[in-house]
């Protein structure tokens, strides 16, 4: 589990392809700071392990799912990431509840000044619009924000300064491709009321079943 308050930024030494799977190395300041092996950290949102590290960098694999379903597949060498370490449960909760699974894709549809802070514009699938609640928290790129408003096509952040210069939305540019993770408490609360559509376990489930009973 993860807060969305991002540590550090690290940068991608390589990015190894191993069939449909790889395996990824990010040079950072965090293995200086008592890293184990095994442990969690978001890399951009999503929630790899720790499989080795040397002096300045960690290596993680990541599964074939998780280059499908994420932006870490389009990562290369220097490439920019955010990287929060797993919450523990003495710390504060600065930001939200942040599993580390990406729900889907966004795209920056827009960036643009206003006074001090940079607001974003991202289009997001139609099937995840409705976890999305005005004033409610996203997380993108494993940042936890503020969604300010809401419309047909997506949402709407505002990034001031400090956020803007401690993560890699300060790369982000019209276009760009960015991870997704919806509100947690709000998935639950949607599945918890459906609880009657939920076939019983070993039910063999259709897409079509999937899809009348509004889960796609």
Known sequence: M?????ESIGTVRRLDRQGESASLQISSSLVKDDLHLGESIAVN???LTVTSWDD???AADVSP???QCTNLGSLRADSKVNLERALRLCDRLGGHLVSGHIDCLAKVRRRYQDQNAVRFEFSVPVENQRYLVEKGSVTIDGISLTVNAIDADGFTVAIIPHSLALTTLSERREG???NIETDLI???V???LQGDKIPAAGTRISREFLAKNGFL
């Open 2 to 6: 993860f807060t969305g308050l991002i």
């Open 45 to 47: 949102g999503v929630c």
């Open 56 to 58: 300045d960098s960690f």
């Open 65 to 67: 799912e998780t280059l």
């Open 176 to 178: 760009d491709s960015v």
């Open 186 to 188: 709000g998935r639950y």
């Open 190 to 192: 949607e599945r918890f």
